[in-house]
């Protein structure tokens, strides 16, 4: 299975990066595993108590996805990156409220990719790739607006609008490409999300400048970490997608 990200991409965002974190043998439960949960727990509370991010659209890392998703013609107020939307829900409870509150811990992957995009200040969003064709490619690319969106538990089919920023999976076998992700990093859909039947996901970290590919490097090896150490021993490695290598096998 191939991914690969539109070499147009590089040439509109100069120095974006996007680590891969692949992992096989996963199991994905949702019992909440009590180190896991108190990660996600702390990186909320780190995230309400953190000075530089008030306002949250002022830190130079979500500020650099709203000036990408304007680019692309996404008004980042209607549409913000995921990062800016978790930031901000975390912060919409204060630090008085219980450790129930905030994130809820949908399975080990999710919880582990909640709090390491927390800590990071970046997008970090995971797929199940256990139940895609042999021939797929998943691709980070510019949409042509014929591509379907299952939005994530249900709903009517929806189209990107042409030159939006998708992920999406085509392949020879595929009658109609089907798209993963929105408007970049912004909504995942139904088509690949993380269950605890998930058995092999990759999991994407997304850096813009002022993330630098060393930052987006050792963010990745963390994640990877983590995912070797709470999902069951799942066999994992780290690949990376830049301009000088914009695909990669997994």
């Known amino acids: 299975m191939i991914c690969r990200i539109d070499p147009q991409l590089f040439q509109n965002y100069p120095g974006y990066v996007r680590g891969l ?40 890392n979500i500020a650099a ?3 990408a998703y304007r680019a692309f013609g996404a008004k980042p107020t209607d549409y913000p990156s995921a990062i800016e939307s978790l930031v901000k829900r975390v912060r919409r409870n204060d630090a008085s409220t219980s450790l129930s509150a905030g994130l ?15 800590r990071h200040l970046v997008p970090i969003g ?33 189209h990107p609008l042409p030159g939006e920023i998708v992920f999406y999976v085509t392949s020879p076998s595929r009658t109609v490409p089907q798209v993963m992700t929105r408007r970049w990093t912004w909504r995942q859909g139904e088509f690949t999300k993380l269950q605890r039947t998930t058995t092999a996901v990759v999991i ?47």
Not at 105 to 114: E, F, H, Q, R, S
């Open 21 to 60: 974190v692949i992992a096989r043998r996963v199991i994905n439960i949702d019992p909440p595993i009590d180190e896991v949960a108190r990660m996600l727990t702390g990186a909320q509370k780190t995230i309400r108590e953190r000075a530089d991010l008030d306002p949250v659209s002022a830190h130079p």
């Open 65 to 67: 996805w709203r000036e």
């Open 104 to 118: 809820p811990y949908i399975n080990t992957l999710a919880a582990l990719g909640n709090s390491a995009s927390l």
């Open 126 to 158: 995971g797929h199940a790739i256990d139940l895609l064709h042999a021939d797929d490619e998943l691709v980070l690319g510019y949409a042509t607006g014929q591509e379907e969106f299952p939005p994530l538990n249900g709903g009517p089919i929806e």
């Open 204 to 250: 994407n970290i997304d850096g813009l400048p002022p993330v630098t590919r060393a930052d987006v490097d050792t963010f990745s090896a963390d994640v990877a970490t983590l995912v070797g150490m709470y999902c069951g021993g799942a066999n994992v490695e780290v690949k990376l997608l830049s301009e000088e290598n914009p695909l990669a096998e997994i």
